[in-house]
């Protein structure tokens, strides 16, 4: 006898309640292999794939894309079965995919890079991206793919569509030189546009608007302040320089930044204890512990991971968690968890290109501290002017409960940290 499951949205977070159906994985009627992703779910801290329970066909797919469902619902059904026999081009493509050779993996190349009427049957491709593909002639090997595990999501062909059309209205054609001139129009006449000037309203994903939420939220209800101080590299640099190869060889990661400001900050805010505070009602709450938010670009927004206990973690624990988050983050795996509860926030635009700017303070927390890039500026250094590699940092504090002696205290350890490293390792 077939076995029919019924599919409900699981408990995904201590604090999630509901959460909005993305893009199906799997359409009716389709195979899918136990624990492969079915349907995306959004929630307001991340992004989730609910997995097959079994080998299976979806039976019923009951929410659509952008519906709200609460925890426990069901939105699909699937039965039990063994896997459909596969069309030869699908059957080609399974064997060019798993094989090793360098043949198999061109097989495999030119197997994926079909024109777009064979890319409903591709399951990389998601089927309202495939409608959009079909609609504007299009092959999905023409888009990158943004979704997680490598899915072509309608949001890609999109973007898409609109870099091609803003290709084409930068680049007009001049006027033929046979073509007689014209008069200047008169003032105030409308000129005719030449180029496209299309629109695209695509709705917030529910982790943009839930970012949105917050930063205004922190806006209105928190006294925000922001204080500047710079760091000289040198000594950092020249650490990373002796020891990156026998780190990376020890522990299979790369010796990063991050874990120097880390254990600088984990210091800094033990002897400064309401930057690790919170404002409750008409209280301070004091941490004992230091759990820090490291802010990670994922491809959909920013999302800020927690490194619990992060006074307790060694650089390797740091560096490597640091990557797996990074990695998690794209791939859109983060779990709601791993995403609540921070004390403290770092956030390094610096790897964007950032020279300065002013971080915002993610609620309920009363401080976080922006990294920026590095360059080399003059400094006076044993009464010479010396060129050093130089980074302008900024903590941007919650003046209710933070005295600017506090932060200007914050930063100045956090530099002095940085600066003379062997100072983390003795703790002075």
Same mark, same amino acid.
């Given at each position: 006898m077939t076995k029919t499951t019924d599919l409900h949205v699981p408990e995904i977070g201590e604090s999630v309640s509901e959460v909005e159906i993305g893009a199906w994985l799997v359409q009716v009627g389709e195979f899918v292999e136990r624990d492969a992703g079915v349907v995306v779910l959004e929630t307001d801290k991340a992004t989730v794939e609910l997995p097959a329970p079994f080998d299976g066909v979806l039976t019923e797919a009951l929410a659509e894309t952008g519906e709200m469902r609460n925890v426990g619902d069901l939105i699909a059904r699937m039965e039990e +079965? +063994?896997?459909p026999e596969k069309s030869s081009a699908s059957t080609k493509k399974t064997k060019a995919k798993k094989a090793a050779p360098a043949k198999a993996k061109a097989e495999a190349k030119a197997v994926e890079t079909e024109p777009a009427a064979d890319d409903a049957g591709d399951a990389r491709v998601m089927p309202a991206a495939a409608r959009l593909? &079909?609609?504007? $002639? #299009? &092959? &999905?090997? $023409?888009?990158?793919?943004? %979704?997680? %595990?490598?899915?072509?999501l309608k949001e890609d062909v999109q973007k898409h569509i609109a870099a091609q059309s803003t290709v084409a209205a930068s680049g007009g054609q001049s006027p033929a030189k046979s073509a007689p001139a014209k008069s200047a129009p008169a003032s105030g006449a409308r000129v005719a546009a030449t180029g496209a000037r299309g629109e695209r309203v695509e709705p917030m994903s529910r982790l943009r608007r839930t970012i949105a939420k917050r930063l205004v939220e922190a806006q209105q209800t928190a006294a925000l302040l922001t204080t500047f101080n710079e760091i000289d590299m040198t000594a950092v640099k020249s650490l990373r320089a002796s020891y990156k190869q026998d780190f990376a060889d020890r522990y299979g990661v790369k010796l990063g930044f991050m874990s120097f400001f880390v254990k600088a900050v984990v210091d800094a805010l033990k002897a400064t204890p309401s930057l690790n505070a919170q404002v409750r009602d008409d209280s301070i709450v004091y941490h004992d512990y230091q759990d820090i938010g490291i802010a990670v670009g994922s491809g959909r927004g920013l999302v800020v991971p927690i490194l619990r206990d992060a006074d307790h973690l060694s650089f390797a624990d740091i560096e490597q968690r640091i990557g797996?988050?990074?990695a998690r983050a794209q791939a859109g795996t983060l779990t709601p968890d791993e995403l609540t509860g921070g004390t403290f926030t770092i956030s390094n635009g610096g790897v964007y290109g950032s020279l300065l700017s002013t971080p915002i303070v993610n609620p309920p927390q009363s401080g976080v501290l922006g990294l920026h890039g590095i360059q080399d500026r003059p400094i006076g250094r044993d009464g010479e002017i010396v060129l050093?590699?130089?980074?302008y940092v900024? #903590?941007?504090? $919650?003046?209710?409960?933070v005295d600017g002696r506090e932060a200007v205290t914050f930063l100045r350890r956090v530099k002095d940290a940085i600066e003379t490293p062997s100072r983390m390792l003795l703790e002075i």
């Open positions: +079965g +063994g896997a593909l &079909a609609e504007n $002639d #299009l &092959a &999905a090997s $023409d888009v990158e793919a943004t %979704g997680p %595990g490598g899915r072509l797996d988050f990074g050093a590699p130089m980074m900024a #903590l941007t504090y $919650d003046h209710r409960i």
